[in-house]
């Protein structure tokens, strides 16, 4: 018999603001995007690029996934405003856009900001965990936001870019949510108080966040969600039950930072594989954060499962709603040009 939590899965607009995977230019686009479909994911936001590459990696990703989609991937459609995200669900296609990860795609000119939204992402973080031209990142001396980054807040704002600030500083985050004049995200960042890590985000950046009108979205890393002895499903929930109670339902998504087991690239990179990440740039994620031992992350099947959980915890269907899909889209509709 289906649970509650799956029915309510299937009839709900779900929204996953950020995958998980390394994307090369010649990664194996079908296999990648296919768990989002299997999971009736509505939309979600492939991940370009992060900081430890050259920039020039962002557009050759991005360049490989406009061209490659429609030819491998068919189900999915590229959308750059929200009216076209309705258009695909019409079509039973996923929409998808694209995120960045760390401001050294910028290469230090803000010109490349427009461009970049022109050719479909739709947000973009400052760092990924150390310090960069914009700012600093949550693994390094927290030096705050720069006169560059000030700028290149300045104009994601006028373009319709979403300020995200996941992987962030905490003074870098706290000064850019004062910045900005639109609703900032941090994407796949969970709270601190449920799990101490570096990566994590304390209650100051969730209540400046939801201030701006914001969403914080939780992620399916165990790292990140604390080891209570518990199922990720069950830690998922916590953490956005914490959230939620914290600064209201409004302000609490899903983005669950998945990264699907796939064979090995041409190039000798293996999404599904973390691990090999952290080996080939280290400094980026010490080991004394824990970065050393295994990763594991909530599959997309399981999402079911955390309606479930939602649901045991009180969650109403309509505060369920906003969870999976409908926060992530009000920020969108407020911020999209």
Known sequence: M????????????????????EMTPDAPIAPLLKPWLDAGINYFS??????????SRCMENIAALRRRIPLEAPWCQIVSSVNEIDVAQTKGKAAVTFDIEGMN????????????????????????????LAGAGCHDEDVGLTDFGREVIDEMNRVGMVVDCSHSGFKTTMEAMQRSSAPVVFSHSNAFTQAHHGRNIVDEQILACAETGGVIGVNGLNLFLGDRNESQAKSVTRHIAYIADL??????GISLDYDPPV??????????????????NPEYWPSEAGYDGPMDFLPLSKLPEVCDELLKVGFQQ???????GGNFRRVAELVWK
């Open 2 to 21: 289906e649970s509650n939590g799956f029915k309510l899965c299937s009839d709900t607009f779900i929204w996953d603001d950020h995958c998980g995977f």
């Open 46 to 55: 492939i991940n370009v690029y992060y900081d430890p590459v050259h920039w």
């Open 105 to 132: 795609a910028l290469n230090g000119r803000v010109d490349l900001i427009q461009v970049y939204y022109q050719l479909g992402v739709r947000h973009m973080l400052f760092a990924y965990n150390k310090n960069n």
């Open 247 to 252: 600064v209201g339902v409004e302000h609490v």
């Open 263 to 280: 064979e090995p690239y041409d190039d000798g990179n293996h999404s599904g594989s973390i691990e090999k990440m952290v080996e080939s």
């Open 318 to 324: 309509d505060e369920i709603e906003k969870i999976l």
